[in-house]
């Protein structure tokens, strides 16, 4: 459902769309099969989905705002439904974008499933982390920190936490990946610092330098020989 979602909000990206236009397009399709917008239901969002534009990171609230070609968004999706939570995000450019945003989206999506591939039974959970912090810094891109991917299941956020960097502040080492761990990984991605703020909506979160952010996350269970993917499209 949660990939429903992502693929029409996709479809319907263009210059000129309002971010809350995008948000109608989730609660319709939430509606017509009786999921609940969790976001909303157990955080306490003001919206079904998080709508992030350009430098803001996550939580960014839909509303008038128009898109406009050489933007890029991201999108945080999450529902209920049959007494599961599925969670999952995906950044688009909007248009023509220039070159180093591209490069952005690129290399986050590629860190999300450099994260994916390292998440098998037994292995340490820091190698998901590593997997993420190691190709964005090497591509010369901030790894957010005050904001980090979870278990998930029958309630949004669940143990343990899967951050995407390596170190203080981070998964301890020993942690242990087993068979049937679910989790949401979402690296999170900066053009410039890593360090954020809050603006005083209380909920959008953007980069302190004003430099652009891209949001990638899947929901994922491990099975014996790996994750397998739950939000593909």
Do not use: M, W, Y
């Given at each position: 459902m949660v990939a429903?979602?992502?693929?029409?909000?996709?479809?319907?990206?263009?210059?000129?769309?309002?971010?809350?236009?995008?948000?109608?397009?989730?609660?319709?399709?939430?509606?017509?099969?009786?999921?609940?917008?969790?976001?909303?239901?157990?955080?306490?969002?003001?919206?079904?989905?998080?709508?992030?534009?350009?430098?803001?990171?996550?939580?960014g609230v839909p509303g008038a705002r128009r898109l406009r070609s050489g933007d890029i968004v991201s999108v945080d999706a999450?529902?209920?439904?049959?007494?599961?939570?599925?969670?999952?995000?995906?950044?688009w450019p909007v248009g023509e974008v220039d070159e180093e945003s591209q490069r952005l989206l690129d290399v986050a999506r590629e860190c999300l499933d450099r994260a994916v591939a390292a998440a098998r039974?037994?292995?340490?959970?820091?190698e998901v982390s590593r997997a993420v912090q190691s190709h964005a810094e090497a591509n010369g891109f901030g790894v957010v920190r005050d904001f980090v991917g979870h278990g998930v299941g029958e309630r949004l956020h669940e143990?343990?936490?899967?951050?995407?960097?390596?170190?203080?502040?981070?998964?301890?080492?020993?942690?242990?990946?087993r068979k049937g761990l679910v989790v949401a990984i979402e690296p999170m991605l900066t053009a410039g610092t890593w360090k954020v703020k809050k603006l005083s909506d209380g909920w959008t979160v953007v980069?302190?330098?004003?430099?652009?952010?891209?949001?990638?996350?899947?929901?994922?269970?491990?099975?014996?020989?790996?994750?397998e993917i739950l939000t593909l499209p």
């Open positions: 429903r979602v992502l693929d029409e909000i996709g479809r319907r990206l263009a210059p000129g769309v309002t971010t809350g236009e995008l948000r109608d397009v989730a609660d319709g399709i939430f509606a017509s099969a009786g999921a609940a917008p969790v976001f909303h239901t157990e955080a306490g969002f003001p919206a079904s989905i998080c709508t992030s534009v350009n430098e803001e990171v996550v939580h999450g529902c209920a439904l049959d007494g599961f939570i599925g969670d999952a995000a995906r950044t039974p037994g292995a340490d959970l820091t143990a343990p936490q899967v951050p995407n960097f390596v170190g203080p502040g981070g998964v301890s080492r020993g942690v242990k990946i980069t302190i330098d004003g430099k652009r952010a891209a949001h990638f996350e899947h929901t994922v269970a491990v099975g014996r020989e790996g994750a």
